[in-house]
């Protein structure tokens, strides 16, 4: 079974810095996705940034970037400038693709990093 | 206008009421999923739905029961509501065509309180 984890419950910034949240997960596919999603106060979730794992490239939004390291199964977020719109819980997740048989289609959700943005 | 839309956004209920939660998008797209989220579990999917006539069970379906009522609207019902049915609930959309169809889009949540 898939399993992924966020070993920071908890992580802060000073804003213009930069800040790195962990994501390591457990699979024993070649194809799957992974994605980092936001849930601010506001509680909606809003995805930040996603990642192929067919794709060497680290994937890039702005700000965000991701460190995408498959043989360690690592896929960390990286925020540059932090800013106070930043606060937020964040979310790894992952993915199967939907062709590579079975049923589990769900994403499977780290338990989330809160990050503070100090001014 | 929100792609991704719920209602209620915040319920309170009683033990053994039946309710039902409902969610609508405005993407087009033919997936659509629902999520409980509890605090330190992060989400777990109830049920999820690639078509109007296709229903899934996700990994916590007990208790809950669903109706995709169109391609654009899928409900959640709680038969009879429980305590531990206290939750945020989200509803989800992907688009199946290609690649892209693997990122799932989040309606803004419903927050349910059972006395």
């Known amino acids: 079974a898939q399993t992924v984890t966020q070993s920071q419950p908890e992580m802060s910034v000073q804003e213009a810095e930069t800040v790195t949240l962990s994501c390591t997960y457990d699979?024993?596919?070649?194809?799957?996705?992974l994605f980092w999603y936001k849930q601010p106060p506001s509680r909606q979730m809003i995805l930040v940034i996603r990642?192929?794992?067919?794709?060497?490239q680290n994937a890039t939004e702005n700000r965000f970037s991701v460190n995408f390291q498959k043989a360690a199964k690592s896929f960390s977020l990286k925020i540059s400038d932090s800013q106070l719109g930043d606060a937020a819980m964040y979310f790894c997740?992952?993915?199967?693709?939907?062709?590579?048989?079975?049923?589990?289609?769900?994403?499977?959700f780290g338990k989330g990093t809160l990050l503070t943005v100090n001014p | 206008d929100a792609d991704v839309t719920q209602t209620p956004r915040n319920r309170i209920t009683k033990t053994g009421k039946r309710i039902m939660l409902e969610c609508s998008q405005t993407?087009?797209?033919?997936?659509m999923y629902w999520y409980r989220q509890d605090p330190g579990l992060g989400l777990r999917l109830i049920y999820y739905?690639?078509?109007?006539?296709?229903?899934n069970k996700g990994e916590i379906s007990d208790g809950y029961s669903v109706s995709r009522q169109a391609q654009a609207k899928f409900s959640l019902s709680l038969e009879s509501a429980i305590p531990n049915q206290t939750a945020l609930y989200f509803c989800?959309?992907?688009?199946?065509?290609?690649?892209?169809?693997?990122?799932?889009?989040f309606g803004p949540g419903t927050r349910l309180l059972v006395l």
């Open positions: 989800a959309t992907s688009d199946s065509n290609g690649r892209r169809g693997e990122t799932q889009y």
């Open positions: 699979t024993s596919e070649s194809d799957y996705y």
């Open positions: 990642q192929e794992a067919y794709k060497q």
């Open positions: 997740a992952y993915r199967r693709p939907l062709n590579s048989g079975g049923s589990n289609y769900k994403l499977t």
């Open positions: 993407k087009g797209h033919d997936r």
């Open positions: 739905s690639f078509d109007v006539k296709d229903i």
